[in-house]
């Protein structure tokens, strides 16, 4: 399934995407995608709806019709950093023995489309294409090899971050990483069952029609089922909980002889295989 939020920020509702294209309105089945409807039991109720008998959303999605966060209420927003050894290597940082794990906030989530901001006193706002996992059951010490069967589904993040935040205030991640409007994600959740392999996913990133990333999620350096294992010992996941898995390289800070970073009035169009879609603004915060 293609699970989506639609609406106003703050008003989304719940809808699905069914296999003709057709946008179905889910509020009348379930209140929200969040928590409870994300564990296996209720994608399974979800999966057992006949979604003829759904009502149709009419209109264009990203046009007339605003598309939102693709889950709603999420609890712990983990990212993962240097995940990509190439990308590591463009940072001028080694290759992480173990995985780089930080937080983003939840504050910064917003929908796959909607604008960035570019914060107030930033001259490094920069760009990261990154495969997300959301979380569909709750788990503690996580066996590798049942990691995956506590995933409802992945999404695309921008895992914006501005670099001088990040690097030369105090080399606290999480400053330059979770600034209002620096975590879109969708524009939909598409369920595990229909990514048999999160390790074999192209991902792309474009500026201004310029293509800047591409890669391939088989060159992460410790994989999805690794993360969700590695991250359990350290904190409980539970449903809704998304995972940013990292970037591959060509990010702003990594380019040759001079880095690029974002300005007000850019256009960033991103995508991964089979999962979608965002494109975005830059705008002045």
Known sequence: MKLL???????????????????????????????DVLLPEGLAFLRSVDQSLL???????????????????VGKFICIGLNYADHAAESGMPVPSEPVVFGKWTSAIVGPNDPVEIPRGSVKTDWEVELGVVIGREGRYIKEEDALSHVAGYCVINDVSEREFQLERGTQWDKGKGCDTFGPIGPW???????????????????DGRRYQTGNTRTMVFGVAYLVSYLSRFMSLQPGDIISTGTPPGVGLGQKPTPVYLRAGQTIHLGIQGLGEQRQTTVQA
Do not use: F, Y
């Open 189 to 207: 959740l598409v369920t595990a069952d229909e990514v048999p392999d999160p390790q074999n996913l192209d991902l792309w990133l474009e500026v």
């Open 55 to 73: 009502p149709e959303i009419e209109g264009v999605l990203g046009s007339d019709i605003r598309v939102g966060p693709c889950v709603a209420r």
């Open 5 to 35: 939020r639609v609406g106003p920020k703050g008003q989304e509702k719940p809808a699905l995407l069914d296999s003709q294209g057709k946008l179905r309105d889910l509020s009348g089945v379930v209140p929200d995608l969040a928590e």
